[in-house]
């Protein structure tokens, strides 16, 4: 079933997305999606929120957004890569995460580095992560594996003096940094009383429908928790307001966060219904690529990595990025 759904979403990206270089790839895909999983173009708004945190971004030269008086590419098309993050303690031991701060395991720093393996070749600009732990080791090992070798730096907003105590006083290793933007709101979805209960146990006490109910129905939130619904509430709101704009600027933008927050802004990307999201499930520590386009949102497939033959679906622009860093580093 994963390799048929799985392959259906590449094929209904490479109908959106055909062009020379575009393959379809069936294996190592991460995303278990639905039936109208690749219906990528939707129209974002692209009046967009004034950014709150650009004084923020400004020790690590994060890049101008729309209202700092950047002027946006118009005709350019940026990448966006969203990771969950890899493989953590509690997913070892199948208990209920959502917002207790835990670590990856061995397992899932290989996976971040697999990770990262496959998006070496894209540009990143700015990552966003969520304020935990799993989802910010994943972006920095991910980013260890990049072929430009900039150096990920966490922008700190805690106080005035964080913001000022991490300033660069140097023009060019900011050119050689890309911020790294954590925000709560990326967070996995709040677990309420079910954060920290096995996952099965929970079923064998409560019952399997009941336990999917709350993991998977979209608007029925756990015990004190949070539904799908919630979660997408804040996730999608930032992602439109903090996100797109940096899009719209023509930046390329990875997003490392959580099965549920991911979740929520692929139903939003790809426009799926309260129904479709429910069969959504994505794998840890896999790559997705979107690019914004003309205001659109085009599902290009999960990156191959570096060493597999065949190339995925890049872009032009995408394959001249590459080539670039074929040039600058051979
Ligand atoms: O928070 C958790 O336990 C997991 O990250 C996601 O769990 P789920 O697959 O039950 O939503």
């Known amino acids: 079933m994963a390799a048929s759904t799985s392959q259906h979403a590449l094929v209904s990206a490479k109908s959106l997305c055909a062009g020379p270089s575009f393959e379809t790839r069936t294996s190592k895909?991460?995303?278990?999606s639905v039936r109208?999983?690749?219906?990528?173009?939707r129209k974002l708004g692209l009046v967009c929120a004034s950014n709150s945190q650009s004084s923020v971004m400004e020790p690590a030269q994060l890049p101008l957004?729309?209202?700092s008086g950047s002027t946006p590419k118009k005709s350019s098309e940026s990448a966006l890569i969203l990771i969950r993050h890899g493989e953590s303690l509690w997913n070892e031991k199948n208990l209920f995460t959502g917002c207790v701060d835990v670590p990856l395991t061995p397992k899932g720093v290989d996976e971040a580095i697999e990770a990262g393996k496959r998006i070496c070749n894209i540009p990143v600009d700015v990552i966003y992560t969520s304020s935990l732990i799993r989802a910010q080791m994943t972006a920095m090992l991910a980013m260890m594996q990049h072929r430009r070798k900039k150096v990920p730096i966490v922008v700190h907003s805690e106080s005035e003096q964080s913001h000022r105590w991490s300033k660069i006083y140097s023009e060019e290793t900011k050119k050689?940094?890309?911020p790294v933007i954590t925000a709560w709101q990326l967070n996995e979805r709040m677990y309420g009383e079910l954060q920290g209960?096995?996952?099965q146990e929970t079923a064998d006490r409560f019952g399997k429908e009941q336990v999917h109910e709350w993991r998977r129905s979209y608007d029925i939130p756990p015990p004190n928790g949070e539904s799908l619904e919630m979660c997408a509430e804040r996730a999608v709101a930032y992602f439109k307001d903090q996100i797109v704009p940096q899009l719209v600027a023509g930046k390329h933008v990875m997003i490392a966060a959580h099965g549920n927050s991911l979740r929520s802004i692929i139903m939003h990307l790809d426009k799926?219904?309260?129904?479709?999201?429910?069969?959504?499930?994505?794998?840890?520590g896999i790559p997705m690529l979107y690019i914004f386009k003309e205001?659109?949102?085009i599902r290009r497939g999960s990156p191959a990595g570096p060493s597999e033959a065949g190339v995925y679906a890049y872009t032009r622009s995408l394959a001249q990025y590459r080539q670039k860093l074929d040039n600058m580093f051979q």
């Open 197 to 199: 209960l096995n996952k």
């Open 176 to 178: 050689q940094s890309i």
């Open 295 to 297: 205001g659109k949102f």
């Open 65 to 67: 957004s729309p209202q």
């Open 36 to 41: 109208r999983c690749c219906l990528g173009a």
């Open 272 to 284: 799926l219904t309260s129904q479709e999201v429910i069969s959504l499930e994505l794998s840890t």
């Open 29 to 32: 895909v991460g995303f278990v």
